[in-house]
T-cell receptor, first 117, second 116 residues
């Protein structure tokens, strides 16, 4: 079945540093990947839609310069939190959509918990 | 715009009993898909069941079934024979089929606790 690997699962960084989170589709080519953010005990909020080979589409209110998304290949999308601040601490989770048949269901990575000190 | 509403922040159920988690939705898309995901404390999102808006029959997947009432715009999840391992957050979600925007829109979630 479709497997999405997300790394790192947990990261702690100092305020002002940048953190990169990787999302890989292991056994299928992902034409589109989605990045979500989840605050404790809250729902998942869509941050951006990432399409291979083109610029990401950001949701209203999401700073594109702070949350850099790169979808360099059909199996890898990265989210870089630049100049991280404590308010960026959150659970970030990606999902990937395979092309063709089976495109209805999105497969999620296991998530990355970011703590900014 | 799409909106998912889950009105039950928390639910309790006895082990081996059935439980229904409510979900209503609103959309202007003529064609759409409805999903349920389970999120245990580890954080991963586990796909449970899918219902297409034009599917004639309600979806079933093992102990999970989706009670789809299109006229009422509801897509309730029924879990039969609850198990302790079913304790988790459950999210209802939807996405339009015929639009370029194919991200999932999630409800606020229901925390299910299965009691022995």
């Amino acid at each position: 079945g479709a497997v999405v690997s997300q790394h790192p699962s947990r990261v702690i960084c100092k305020s002002g540093t940048s953190v990169k989170i990787e999302c890989r589709s292991l056994d299928f080519q992902a034409t589109t990947m989605f990045w979500y953010r989840q605050f404790p005990k809250k729902s998942l909020m869509l941050m951006a839609t990432s399409n291979e080979g083109s610029k990401a589409t950001y949701e209203q209110g999401v700073e594109k310069d702070k949350f850099l998304i790169n979808h360099a290949s059909l199996t890898l999308s990265t989210l870089t939190v630049t100049s991280a601040h404590p308010e960026d601490s959150s659970f970030y989770i990606c999902s990937a959509q395979r092309g063709g048949a089976g495109a209805n269901v999105l497969t999620f990575g296991a998530g990355s918990r970011l703590t900014v000190l | 715009a799409q909106k998912i509403t889950q009105t039950q922040p928390g639910m309790f159920v006895q082990e081996k009993e059935a439980v229904t988690l409510d979900c209503t939705y609103d959309t202007s898309d003529p064609s759409y898909g409805l999903f349920w995901y389970k999120q245990p404390s580890s954080g991963e999102m586990i796909f449970l069941i899918y219902q297409g808006s034009y599917d004639q029959q309600n979806a079933t997947e093992g102990r999970y079934s989706l009670n789809f009432q299109k006229a009422r715009k509801s897509a309730n999840l029924v879990i039969s024979a609850s198990q302790l391992g079913d304790s988790a957050m459950y999210f209802c979600a939807m996405r339009g089929r015929d639009t370029g925007r194919r991200a999932l829109t999630f409800g606020s979630g229901t925390r299910l606790q299965v009691q022995p």
